[in-house]
């Protein structure tokens, strides 16, 4: 088959999968990705996440992960559910993506389909697929693909979903037609940088680790700083004030993945609990969730820090 041909039956069997969208982008090392990679990481924005120092030379060459590779199969998949936070100060809230079981799961099980229909179409072919565990800079590859833009909160926002989406990519050296790459569409809106509890967004499409609710209840290890603290507005596990804001997701629709739907007590826990969890409760009780990222100390930490602001407001 032509490649055109192959191009649009991947692109069929991808929608098929239940991807939510998806394009072709070439896998040309871009300077200008690199560039801004490496001005962020200098500006110390990666805060303590040093594995972002490593392989940087990797991430802005797809060659590095897979030799020859030629093009990158991009996709979304939508996550959105219905279901929105309740207004207690009993509970912490926790991002939309972790409510439901870890996209990590549901995403690298569809890419496999996925890589297995390529080399079907293509026998002989190479594959590798990565679903935010490899070193490649897939929100830059997936508004390289058309799949989305790059907004001004540095998430991927797509014109039928809005930003409430996964992405995921398949790396391979079929040369497959490329797309055009998707219009920026943020316009002069700056909701988001408006919104953000903590200034994180420092400017457009730049985000500072160091200051960002997300990085501290999720990734950091250790205590909070009292800015962090104070400015925690109720959230336990990472933080959707710059999604929630943003225009474009007044077009989100549920998603029809089932896996994404919130899991009883997943989207606000009740906080006393959790501050005196056992591991084996919580090793059991967040089994294939999202929220076993902050570990067991993280979130009791987070939960504490909470429940001692209310405290000090009361």
Known sequence: ????????????????????????????????????????????????????????????????????????????????????HRDTSECGK????????????????????????VRE???????????????????????RAGVGWIGKHSNVITRTHGSWVFLGEVLTDADLAIDQPAEDMCGTCTACLDACPTGAIVEPYVVDARKCISYWTIEHRGPFTPEITKNLDGWLFGCDVCQDVCPWNRFSRESAESAFQPRLGNAEPELEPLVSIRKEEFADRFQDSPLKRAKREGLRRNAAALLETQRRST
């Not at 996440?49 to 490593?54: A, G, V």
């Not at 679903?131 to 929100?139: A, F």
């Open 121 to 143: 179409l293509l026998p002989g072919i190479q594959t590798r697929s990565y679903c935010d565990t490899g070193p490649v800079m897939e929100k830059a590859l997936a508004q």
């Open 1 to 84: 088959m032509h490649s055109a041909a192959v191009t649009k039956e991947i692109k069929h069997r991808a929608l098929e999968l239940g991807f939510t969208a998806v394009g072709i982008a070439s896998a040309a090392p871009q300077d200008a990705d690199r560039v801004r990679l490496m001005d962020w990481l200098r500006c110390g924005f990666h805060a303590s996440m040093r594995w972002m120092e490593r392989d940087v030379e990797r991430r802005a060459n797809p060659e590095r992960s897979l030799q020859g590779v030629r093009s990158v199969v991009s996709v979304a998949l939508n996550y959105y559910t219905l279901h929105q």
């Open 94 to 117: 926790v991002s939309r993506y972790a409510w439901g079981t870890d996209y990590h799961h549901v995403m690298t099980h569809k890419l496999g389909l996925l890589e297995a229909t």
